[in-house]
């Protein structure tokens, strides 16, 4: 609960977003603004939420954003000096122009996974975007039940049954390896790469959830439908 709440007044702020109607980053102009802060009951930890409306300036467009931040999360500068980390959130979440996933029939965990990196692709957060495509081949191998003791192992397994081809297992190969650096060397690939490899991920999907689905649907309504004599 927060101990004070404000409406902040003459804003004067314009700042780049993404815009969903125009599908790419534009300037926003703050057009309202709250803020609040908090503290722990023993008083040892506190923070602070800002609540923002923001209009695109191409298309008038309006969007929400969050801005949190607390004692305990923060970073040192180059001087030393404690730098307070704040995490924002965008309403509506940024939809990527670069790709989009057809999750009809996909489990609601990998859609958690598979929005996370499309709004991290369409922030321009590549590392983060790469190290989400690594965990969406991850889930796969797991909700298919593939045997071996790592993700190398496991992705070999995916091939042997027969799952996908000899192609796909290099390039799910390359993608573990690039997820890996994002993660340990904060390397990520390019967006030209990251879109590659999400079409690799939709073509599992339509393999492994969405064609089969269809399948099953196309079955019992044709059991429904046609009548034996």
Known sequence: MLDSFEIVEGLDERK??????CERKTIHRAEARC??????????????DRYTI?????????CYETVSWDSETYDYDEDGNIDV???????????????SFNTQSTPPKLNLILGEMLYSLAGSKTILATIGLRLAVE???????????NLEKKIDDLR???????????LLHRIRKRGNAGA????????NELVAGMGIIEGLLEKLYNGPARHEATIRRAKQLLKDE
């Open 184 to 191: 340990h060397e904060a390397q990520g690939m390019s967006v």
């Open 160 to 170: 042997v049954k027969d799952l996908i081809d000899d192609d796909q297992k290099d």
């Open 85 to 99: 980390i704040e995490t924002s959130k965008q309403y509506p979440t940024p939809v990527s122009a670069h790709f």
């Open 54 to 62: 923001f209009r695109c300036g191409a298309c008038d467009s309006v």
């Open 16 to 21: 780049r977003l993404h815009c969903v109607a």
């Open 139 to 149: 889930f796969i191998v797991k909700d298919t039940e593939c045997a071996g003791r």
């Open 35 to 48: 803020r609040g802060t908090w503290s722990s009951s023993d008083g040892y930890i506190n923070g602070g």
